[in-house]
């Protein structure tokens, strides 16, 4: 039977240890950590994610602080925002939300954080140390679907390892990360051939293309490890329906008005797993506490160089 990779619970318990190092540190410097939360426009979503990561780093002892701006603000005013935060020796980190308004280039826009407080870890100058192995700050998501792995004592070094996606925010980073590993990598998308066929090769795979269900069980060879970084919302039945059956829980919770949210992977796909990631509950968790990790990290690189 296929063996669940519960991230809330690890994320609690990476949490506790944050929360520990928090104390060392403020013991040490006789300050906090402080992240600065910068969110442009007023997309509901990102109020809440932004209201999630100032809740956690409440509850691990890190300051916050949060910038609301309109979404009619222009790029050169975001930017200016941002270097007054660069500038500032309160901030340890800078968390742009995204998506941003329409009108600033999102490159322009990350690129104007320091790398030094880039707790996103989506700089260039960052991307750029993780190749070599020598990133202190690293993407959060594929950070947080390493420590799972490593957590759950998955086998890496000379396994095959699959990566379906090849964003810079989580295809990229995590097949870069499985290679320090020591796993042999192979990245999978839109335009690779018998793609299910490359898939079913892997020993662990990571699917994070944003395309609901799509990853069924002739992907998965028997035992293979899944992590799903996918999240989306169904929004017709007939999703609900074809993913889940006419009649399952999803179906009833849909009909009853409630969110209904799945991953990349297919629940057929489950039993051929010896483990894998539930959605939600599975990936979603760790990266908030991938992020209050970066966030300690920046700290100490900013106090150890003072």
């Not at 039977?1 to 520990?20: Q, V």
């Amino acid at each position: 039977m296929a063996g669940i990779i519960d991230g809330k619970a690890l994320a609690e318990t990476i949490r506790k240890e944050i929360s520990n190092d928090v104390q060392d540190f403020f013991a040490k410097s006789g300050r906090r950590p402080r992240l600065a939360a910068v969110l442009a426009g007023d997309d509901p979503a990102s109020h809440v994610y932004v209201r999630n990561k100032v809740k956690a780093c409440e509850q691990v002892g890190i300051e916050s602080e949060s910038h609301y701006l309109p979404a009619t603000i222009s790029e050169e005013e975001l930017l200016d925002v941002l270097r007054k935060l660069n500038e500032s020796d309160q901030v340890d980190g800078i968390l742009l939300q995204l998506p941003l308004p329409k009108g600033i280039n999102k490159v322009h826009a990350l690129d104007a954080i320091h790398p030094t407080k880039d707790v996103d870890g989506l700089h260039p100058w960052n991307a750029g140390l993780l190749v070599q192995g020598r990133a202190s700050l690293v993407a959060c998501t594929p950070l947080g679907v390493i420590e799972a792995l490593k957590r759950y004592d998955v086998p890496l070094s000379g396994s095959n390892a699959v990566v379906i996606g090849r964003s810079d925010l989580v295809g990229k980073p995590v097949a870069t990360l499985l290679m320090h590993e020591n796993a042999t990598v192979t990245v999978c998308h839109s335009k690779t051939r018998n793609l299910p066929e490359v898939v079913s090769r892997g020993n662990v795979v990571v699917a994070a293309m944003g395309k609901a269900g799509f990853v069924t069980s002739d992907f998965i060879q028997e035992g293979a490890v899944v992590v799903d970084v996918g999240t989306t919302v169904l929004k017709q039945e007939s999703e609900v329906t074809e993913i889940f059956g006419s009649g399952s829980k999803k179906h009833e919770d849909f009909l009853a008005g409630k969110t209904v949210i799945t991953g990349d992977v297919h629940p057929n796909a489950y039993s051929k797993t010896s483990l894998y990631t539930p959605v939600p509950g599975g990936v979603g968790p760790l990266t908030i506490t991938m992020l209050l990790r970066n966030t300690l990290v920046a700290a100490k690189l900013r106090h150890n160089k003072n």
